[in-house]
């Protein structure tokens, strides 16, 4: 592997139907839903879990793209949201998707940078973007069952 490639990978541990554990390299994320979903509200759910990865790795490439272009950023505030219909996931008749129709992404930045130097910035983290690019473009997943039997 070069080094500008990265294989990634996380590891589930179920706990019930709405709470899990994920292990992501040495840190453990919990993972749950509100009281309302069944869950025990004891941490952010699977969509919310998206929406953070989103606004880190735009914030990431803030920075990384703000370097080359020479663009001070005194302070950054990102905010993501989407609109998730539950429908299909519940099994209910719908033509709608699964997933977030849309995300929306608010970069609030302090810097003396003027406005050209700013949708140049933003043109770049945008396309540049590994999590967005995910979520804006298909791609492939692969699922497939091991099975063990009881004993």
Not at 18 to 43: H, I, M, Y
Not at 74 to 80: G, H, T
């Amino acid at each position: 592997m070069s080094d500008t490639e990265l294989h990634a990978r996380v590891h589930l541990q179920s706990e019930t139907m709405a709470r899990c554990l994920v292990t992501a390299r040495q840190f453990k994320l919990q993972v749950d839903e509100p009281q309302s979903q069944g869950g025990r509200d004891e941490g952010p759910n699977p969509v919310e879990y998206l929406l953070a990865a989103q606004a880190g790795c735009l914030n990431y490439m803030c920075h990384w793209v703000a370097r080359e272009l020479k663009i001070t950023i005194r302070s950054l505030q990102i905010d993501v949201d989407g609109h998730v219909d539950f429908a299909r996931c519940m099994g209910l008749p719908t033509d709608k998707r699964a997933g977030f129709e849309s995300l929306n992404a608010v970069l609030r930045v302090e810097t003396d940078a003027d406005d050209d130097t700013l949708e140049e910035w933003r043109r770049r983290v945008e396309s540049r973007c590994p999590v967005g690019d995910n979520v804006a473009n298909p791609t492939p997943l692969n699922v497939s069952v091991s099975a063990t039997q009881p004993a």
